[in-house]
């Protein structure tokens, strides 16, 4: 156990709907990121976030939101869904803002229909 | 764009066998990390190397991070069917993104 918390495991939607997952930080870690992994893209960076304030942007679509909130969960809010974007969706921890130790959680499946 | 390039694909072995997972890159990263990831799990990581040429073992794995800082390879010894999984190798520079290799699929049959 990672110790990051994802909710939902397993989401299943129709195509121009919108979603938000949900993700819990090991507990006194500062830095949210946010990734995706498909068959066909591997693992895509898609935001970082630190205290609070977003950090790095990586390949997030403008349909794609997220946030931090001030007790340091984080929300990725996905809109206007199309099939391509049913994929994994992995969030991370680490203490500061460096990228030297990442702790993943087990990932949100989300399934465009 | 993929940065980070890695060999094989795809690897099935048997038990007791040796392998080497190759991380390839023209970049030149500030660290290295491996993770291994099994199904319906996030990745897990093994080992990170920041220096040039730096050699860690973690049991039966052998780490390296390339001379240049540009490669980096992972030696199984003696494969367990333990080891399957996918075996991801990630580059950062400094407080950059990290940004993750292409992945190796490994499957060790009894």
């Known amino acids: 156990d990672s110790g990051v918390t994802q909710t939902p495991k397993h989401l299943i939607t129709a195509t121009g709907q919108r979603v938000t997952l949900r993700c819990s930080p090991r507990s006194g870690d500062l830095s949210v990121y946010w990734y995706q992994q498909s068959l066909d893209q591997g693992l895509q960076f898609l935001i970082q976030?630190?205290?609070?304030?977003?950090?790095a942007k990586g390949n997030i679509l403008e349909r794609f939101s997220a946030q931090q909130f001030p007790d340091l969960h984080s929300e990725l809010n996905l809109s206007s869904l199309e099939l391509g974007d049913s994929a994994l969706y992995f969030c991370?921890?680490?203490?500061?803002?460096?990228?030297?130790?990442?702790?993943f959680g087990s990932g949100t499946q989300l399934s465009v229909l | 764009t993929q940065l980070l390039e890695q060999s094989p694909q795809f690897l099935s072995i048997q038990e007791g066998e040796n392998l080497t997972v190759y991380c390839n890159s023209s970049?030149?990263?500030?660290?290295l990390q491996w993770y291994r990831q099994e199904p319906g799990e996030g990745p897990v990581l093994l080992v990170t190397v920041v220096t040039g040429g730096e050699v860690k073992k973690l049991k039966r794995l052998t780490f390296q991070f390339g001379d240049a800082r540009k490669d980096s390879s992972l030696h199984i010894t003696a494969a367990q069917p333990g080891d399957t999984g996918l075996y991801l190798c990630a580059g950062g520079r400094n407080t950059d993104k990290l940004i993750f290799g292409t992945g190796t699929r490994l499957q060790v049959f009894p």
């Open positions: 991370a921890s680490s203490e500061d803002r460096s990228n030297e130790k990442l702790f």
């Open positions: 976030y630190y205290n609070g304030e977003e950090r």
């Open positions: 970049s030149v990263f500030s660290s």
